[in-house]
């Protein structure tokens, strides 16, 4: 069983809506969080960073934890077109290693 | 900001050839790891480094060996590149454990 499981895509929103993406992980003892944006063809790029429980805001952005639940979420509030891309969550252990899900997909229809 | 390069965008290499990739980031950080990325497999750490000569195993060592002799330069080496080894490498850095990994533009890796 992946130790970062993220929804399965892809996930088509129209322009203006929020789009939610949710990730899950197995290890407890996790210590931080991310999501990435990658781009086709490009290299990940960081988003958001999360690392105690609750919600996180940046301009459109809002990053969500809930450690009990082992549950961390990315909102994209009047998602642009631009916003389409690869979605990666991260999750880091103790020892400072990350284990990423697979991405979600998210297109942003105009 | 941080920026960390890659030496080559893209690499063709023969099978059985010793294939070198290297990383240069230049904010200091303690912390680098090299990963690759396939379709369908999403991204898997080869290996990581939390100090100067200092290296750990990721998920996926075998056929790789790292060498971090300078803080700022983390390379990663393929003894005798296989087809297998076709993939997108990327390499990372952080600061160091609890914070966020900033990626390097990648190398496209083809073994033929």
């Known amino acids: 069983q992946k130790e970062v499981e993220q929804n399965s895509g892809p996930l088509s929103v129209p322009e203006g809506a929020i789009a939610s993406l949710n990730c899950t992980y197995s290890?407890?003892?996790?210590?931080?969080f991310f999501w990435y944006r990658q781009y086709s063809g490009k290299s990940p790029e960081l988003i958001m960073s999360?690392?105690?429980?609750g919600d996180k805001e940046d301009g459109r952005f809002t990053a969500q934890l809930n450690k009990a639940s082992q549950y961390v979420s990315l909102l994209i509030r009047d998602s642009q077109p631009s916003d389409s891309a690869t979605y990666l969550c991260?999750?880091?252990?103790?020892?400072?290693?990350?284990?990423f899900g697979d991405g979600t997909t998210l297109t942003v229809k105009p | 900001d941080v920026k960390v390069t890659q030496s080559s965008r893209y690499l063709v290499k023969r099978t059985g050839e010793k294939v070198f990739l290297e990383c240069v980031q230049d904010?200091?950080?303690?912390?680098m790891f090299w990963y690759r990325q396939d379709p369908g497999l999403g991204l898997r750490l080869i290996y990581f480094?939390?100090?100067?000569?200092?290296?750990e195993k990721g998920d996926i060592p075998e056929g790789y060996s790292v060498s971090r002799e300078k803080k700022e330069r983390f390379s990663l080496i393929l003894e005798s590149a296989s087809t297998n080894q076709t993939s997108m490498y990327l390499c990372?850095?952080?600061?160091?454990?609890?914070?966020?990994?900033?990626f390097g533009p990648g190398t496209r890796l083809t073994v033929t």
């Open positions: 480094s939390y100090d100067v000569k200092m290296k």
């Open positions: 990372a850095s952080s600061l160091a454990d609890y914070y966020e990994q900033y």
């Open positions: 904010m200091d950080h303690e912390n």
């Open positions: 991260a999750v880091k252990d103790n020892a400072g290693k990350s284990t």
């Open positions: 290890d407890r003892g996790s210590q931080s």
């Open positions: 999360i690392y105690s429980n």
